[in-house]
């Protein structure tokens, strides 16, 4: 790693504590820079505006967060088991982060600047795919009748994803930052629900 | 109908109009009363408040559009085929009074006040016996393996409302207006899927 590396990520550690405590919005670059005892001038040479470094941020916990994901289904005995210890972890990352609201990108805040929106994209492409290798175990070891995979990997991430943030919609307010333990508690009820209604339909 | 029912009655309809196309942050009770060509105290004799009128104006579609959902499954040959018009039921209405967020109360300015609140627990609950029946026929006519009815109308009445907040979301903004044939497209076509894997793992 050169110095400059070493540096940036630094930079990045420390900004991760200011914006999953107090938001992107209420999180100016001042106090990254006091945080980390430099000036202004040589916070903004690594990152030229706010957005730059939290989306190094973004790109840095959510990388974690689909190995995390990934391992969750490595180790998991049956399908159902490992669909809810995905949800598990994707439940653990959003109480992490909720002030950060990086789960599913979800303050107008993102909207105006497309990388995060491309991020996004991403992060979803890459956790159907995860999914979609542990349906085709699935069906090789026999736990699974053949499907299409990669169509219901598809299915089963926009149902993920859906379900969560209906709830917290519903139960908090579109613009609410709040994530209480019932909210949770609710996701991870209505998920359990919802795998073993289509593991009946999917298992052999 | 007496005829302060049938003034009441006139109000609402005018309402639904100003509030389907200018939504409700941008309508006046000024600019209802001025469409009825009534005085604005004489407006104010029938409903104290504008979200009290706007309450009424949600109500009336909404029991316009629970009957609607209720045809759309006594009028289905088959399961899939019933939830895919009750579906197609709810993208018309999200499209023709998407002005109004009221499809499931998006907007903030719902949660400040909990008669919506209310309102939209009242519509899931009879959305949800309304799937129930629909169920539980299935089960009867021996369409359906035997299955907790209950549950499974909670669980699929949770996957179509997630699946239509969060591509909306997604698509336009947690709180855009937009609401393109695209986005419609892309909930129509994902909750086919969902309703083909489900499908799969309810039928005897």
Known sequence: MTEQDGKKEKIIEVALKRFSHFGIEKTTMNDIADDLN???ASLYYYFPDKN????????SILSDQLEKQQKSLENANSIPEGLMQM???RLAFAEQFHMMRI????IDYFYKDKRFIELREKIRE?????IEHFLDAGIERGELRELDAEKT?????DIFMGIGISRLHICSG???????KEVVDSIRNSLKDVIDLIYNGIKK
Chains 1, 2 share one sequence.
């Open 174 to 180: 579109p613009n609410s930052l709040e994530l209480s």
């Open 103 to 106: 789960q599913d990108l979800q």
């Open 52 to 59: 730059s470094l939290f989306l190094e941020v973004a790109i």
């Open 87 to 89: 949800i598990e972890a």
């Open 153 to 157: 990997a598809v299915t089963l991430n």
């Open 38 to 40: 430099i000036s202004k």
């Open 126 to 130: 890459k956790e159907t795919v995860i």
